[in-house]
């Protein structure tokens, strides 16, 4: 059984840094595309970055300079650096998984999907 298990949220300071991180488990070879996705309060869920089996990387023009996304050299954790954090970027965030390497924003690409992990930011 796939699952996706996302850690490290939490509370931070406006202009703090925190990183979550993403442990896929179940299958025997590695998704090709992981990515996170967030909703903020009374907001839809949103794209925020993705990267792919070969390393290439795509994310919101919100994150870029300020998000990192990486995986770790087993292809099975994908975590997200997120530096200078402001308050907008308060939300749960997702990390899903996807048999394709598309880097795709789409929700529907992504086949699997975790429980999520709550970011706030305070001002």
């Known amino acids: 059984q796939v699952q996706l298990v996302e850690s490290g949220g939490g509370l931070v300071q406006a202009g703090g840094s925190l990183m979550v991180s993403c442990a896929a488990s179940?299958?025997?070879?590695?998704?090709?595309?992981m990515a996170w996705f967030r909703q903020g309060p009374g907001k839809e869920r949103e794209f925020v970055a993705a990267i792919n089996y070969g390393g290439s990387t795509k994310s919101v023009d919100s994150a870029t300079g300020r998000f990192t996304i990486s995986r770790d050299s087993a292809q099975s954790t994908v975590h997200l650096q997120m530096n200078n954090l402001r308050p907008e970027d308060t939300a749960n965030y997702y990390c899903?998984?996807?048999?394709?390497?598309?880097?795709?924003?789409?929700?529907?690409?992504?086949?699997?999907w975790g429980q999520g992990t709550q970011v706030t930011v305070s001002s």
């Open positions: 899903a998984a996807a048999f394709n390497s598309q880097l795709s924003s789409f929700e529907s690409e992504y086949r699997f």
């Open positions: 179940g299958r025997a070879s590695p998704f090709l595309t």
